[in-house]
């Protein structure tokens, strides 16, 4: 019975995902939907009566997953870049002309037309872009783009998009393939979501963007399924097996596998063929089932894709034409001012509401008060507010003939619109030699720090971030509620929290208080990296983070490092290391950290200064690092030759008759190096300075520390494609640990490339240069071999 039972129920699945294929796909519907419920039903039915015959790929099992607390984070292995803008015909003809450049065509002059390329045209949904795993032909992952690198996990919400194939049809697809697309929802089916808000009280979405992003970011899939949401395919990332040689074959490839694809595509030939595309799309885009908001051109010749490349962010071989964005006249009711987690004072155009494409603006940016100078902007003017790129709303002029009499000058307040403390305006420092230059800038400040809720609230939502302490159930909305009830005022007070006052807070109960607290006693042991990164030093990324643990080993050196020192860690440049200085320097950040301490934060991984930076300086970089006018890295040198150390050199600098006779140093670097020691402060410095690096081990009488058990010192490894056994940063922590730097670009002088599956440039780049290769399985037998 049960093999007549699994029988039957594949003879249904087959041709219910047919059915879905002709409907979706081929939008040549060969049923009407009474007869395709009917099968439907009948295959639920059977699955209900045989549940040990159920399957992932199953038409019936799109909207079975249960709610998730939050999304897990997905690493794209190849990543999912942005396209360049091209915002009027000139720039679609640069963009032609660039690609013919990079291929070597010839272009069109008195003689001739010039060769023509072929593109592939399709209209740019307005939509929230996605990618699709496939393994052996069935879907086992979706991710949102995110920041291109590194998106969300919404696997279980792309499953209940009705018409993404669960399972690939026909045969022929590669054994992996990342699909990438668009998620939308068509301009009525938006209207009859917003129609059911309306009836029920609920709230409406303001465009038919906004409502596929937030119906495919729903932490339960039942809701994502009852959204009229869509997918539209329009490209691949990761693949391993073979493919066809052009992007419209490819694209006609998934549509036979099952995946949809825009039912505009065409191929024009050269730029002209492009901007007849984009003038016919652009006269019928009212008319379309969905919103778009321009035409996506991409070289055709998969190859030629290939020789040009890629910029930092975008493709050399494709560009979105954008349509014009809509422009409209609106009243300047107001300008606010919001505070950042910086401090940062910044204006907000607040803007009698006015619908622009589509959607009502009443806010828009104005970038800071050097941006309201430069448009002139007054309190009741009439503006132009346009939305960039059909996103952002900007003011981009004041319409000045109808200024009215009453209008009123924008002033910075003087005090912080949250806190009341003081607002000043920011200094830039240029320190060169001999001298630092301080001008104005564009970014006013509130001096309150952590008294000021705004800059407390955002600067706690950093702490307990991911990358930082990764406190799980911290959200915005919490720590907002945190702070305005007064019971966290710093970030170490999280760790003083009890049962008692977690429980009483909105949206809690027993569970969710014990499963907070318990999130933030797991925090209490971070590694220094992390540490430093969650307490928000300005200008201090994860990276730098990294780099300061790393190398100083202990937050006992790091906070008391001259900014001079720093700067003997690589990309740690001297603004960067004045920033780390003054952040360690400041008594109440200074009060913040020790209160962490005595609260129960331990560090991890923390120890003696990096065998790499032991006796690293020299006496020439500490006096070229003094930034004496007239005294680059050669005169250094020669004066760190003659006189032997610091010491001889303060005393030669106040020896005119041997200084004088010093190889190498101009009659001006003489003055200057005798004027600049003259100064007792200077002197104080230069020996402070000097007495860190020793104090450090990294002065040039220090002892030189042998790299033992750190084989891969003074290696530069890089990391391409997928990891299968352990993640990317796994096996980044791995290589560091033996002293290798691992970088995300490879040259000639990269060590070694190890190259899991959907390795791309950087493993055709390492060929071309003979960088040695590792697939996964010898990388794992190298870290066994060196004990990592």
């Not at 941006?371 to 960039?388: F, K, N, P, S, Y």
């Not at 990294?698 to 003074?714: D, I, R, T």
Request: proline fraction near 4%; glycine fraction near 8%.
């Amino acid at each position: 019975m049960t093999s007549n039972a699994a029988r039957r129920i594949e003879q249904l699945r087959t041709a219910i995902n047919e059915h879905n294929y002709r409907y979706y796909v081929l939008d040549e519907p060969s049923v009407p939907d009474a007869e395709y419920d009917r099968l439907f039903n009948e295959l639920r039915a059977l699955e209900v009566e045989h549940p040990e015959l159920v399957t992932a790929d199953s038409p019936t099992q799109r909207v079975g997953a249960e709610a998730l607390s939050a999304f897990g984070q997905v690493r794209h292995e190849i990543p999912m870049l942005s396209l360049g803008n091209a915002f009027s015909d000139e720039d679609l003809l640069s963009f032609d002309r660039g690609v013919q450049s990079g291929l070597g065509l010839p272009s069109a002059d008195l003689f001739g037309g010039g060769t023509e390329v072929e593109y592939s045209c399709e209209p740019k949904l307005d939509g929230l872009a996605v990618s699709l795993l496939y393994q052996d032909g069935v879907l086992v992952r979706g991710a949102t783009r995110g920041d291109g690198s590194t998106g969300e996990d919404i696997s279980a919400n792309v499953r209940t998009v009705r018409n993404i194939p669960l399972r690939l049809q026909g045969e022929g697809w590669p054994a992996v393939l990342e699909v990438r697309g668009e998620v939308f929802m068509p301009k009525d089916g938006f209207e009859a979501l917003n129609a059911r808000a309306i009836e029920s009280g609920g709230k409406t979405f303001a465009n038919p963007r906004n409502a596929a992003a937030g119906s495919l970011r729903q932490l339960d899939p039942k809701i994502t399924a009852s959204r009229p949401l869509e997918f539209c395919a329009y490209g691949i990332g990761r693949v391993e097996g073979a493919l066809p040689d052009t992007h419209y074959r490819l694209l006609q490839a998934l549509k036979s596998w099952g995946l949809p694809i825009s039912r505009e595509l065409r191929l024009a030939k050269g730029v002209q063929g492009c901007l007849d595309y984009y003038r016919e799309i652009g006269a019928r885009r009212q008319g379309l089932a969905y919103d778009i908001d321009g035409v996506v051109f991409k070289v055709n010749n998969l190859d030629d894709q290939q020789q040009l490349g890629f910029r930092a962010r975008t493709p050399h071989w494709a560009i979105a034409h954008k349509f014009p964005a809509q422009e409209e006249l609106t009243e300047l009711l107001d300008v606010e001012f919001q505070v950042g987690r910086t401090g940062a004072v910044t204006p907000v155009a607040r803007l009698k509401p006015v619908q622009v494409a589509g959607v009502t603006v009443s806010n828009a940016t104005l970038h800071n008060m050097d941006e309201v100078q430069r448009l002139g902007l007054m309190i009741g003017d009439t503006v132009i507010v346009r939305r960039a790129g059909d996103v952002i709303p900007q003011v981009m002029q004041v319409v000045l003939e109808r200024r009215p009499a009453e209008a009123r000058a924008v002033a910075i307040p003087h005090s912080c619109p949250v806190c009341g403390s003081y607002v000043e305006r920011t200094q830039l420092i240029k320190r060169g030699k001999g001298k630092a230059s301080v001008s104005e800038g564009s970014i006013y400040r509130c001096v309150g720090r952590l008294s000021c809720q705004a800059q407390l609230k955002q600067a706690i939502i950093h702490f307990v971030s991911r990358r930082a302490m990764d406190i799980d159930g911290l959200g915005d909305k919490i720590v907002e509620q945190l702070v305005d009830v007064g019971l966290v005022r710093s970030p170490a007070d999280l760790y003083l929290l009890t049962f008692e006052q977690v429980v009483v807070l909105d949206g809690f109960a027993e569970l969710s208080t014990r499963n907070l607290l318990a999130a933030i006693d797991a925090s209490k042991r971070p590694s220094l990296a992390r540490f430093i990164y969650a307490l928000g030093i300005p200008d201090v990324g994860e990276e730098t983070a990294k780099l300061l643990a790393r190398a100083l080993g202990a937050l006992a050196r790091i906070e008391v490092a001259l900014p001079e020192v720093l700067t003997w860690l690589p990309d740690v440049g001297l603004e960067v290391a004045h920033e780390i200085h003054s952040f360690f320097a400041d008594d109440h950040n200074r009060t913040v950290i020790a209160q962490l301490l005595e609260r129960g934060v331990v560090l991890q991984e923390e120890g003696a200064l990096h065998a790499e930076f032991a006796a690293c300086a020299t006496l020439a970089e500490l006096l070229n690092k003094l930034n004496i006018a007239g005294i680059a890295a050669t005169g250094a040198k020669n004066l760190a030759e003659a006189a032997g150390s610091l010491e001889g050199v303060i005393a030669l600098s106040q020896d005119w008759l041997s200084l004088s006779v010093t190889k190498g140093l101009s009659e001006k670097a003489r003055q200057a190096l005798r004027e600049h020691f003259a100064a007792p402060a200077n002197v104080v410095h230069a020996r402070a300075i000097e007495a860190q690096l020793r104090e450090f081990g990294m002065h040039w009488q220090s002892e030189k520390k042998v790299l033992a058990g750190l084989p891969l010192a003074g290696q530069t490894w890089v990391l391409t494609g997928t990891l299968e056994a352990m993640s990317r940063d796994e096996g980044k922590a791995r290589l560091e640990a033996l002293g290798a730097k691992v970088a995300g670009s490879v040259s000639a002088k990269t060590h070694c490339v190890v190259a899991g599956p959907g390795a791309g440039s950087k493993l055709t780049k390492a060929s071309e240069l003979g960088v040695p290769v590792l697939d996964e399985q010898a990388f794992l037998a190298r870290l066994a071999e060196l004990g990592a």
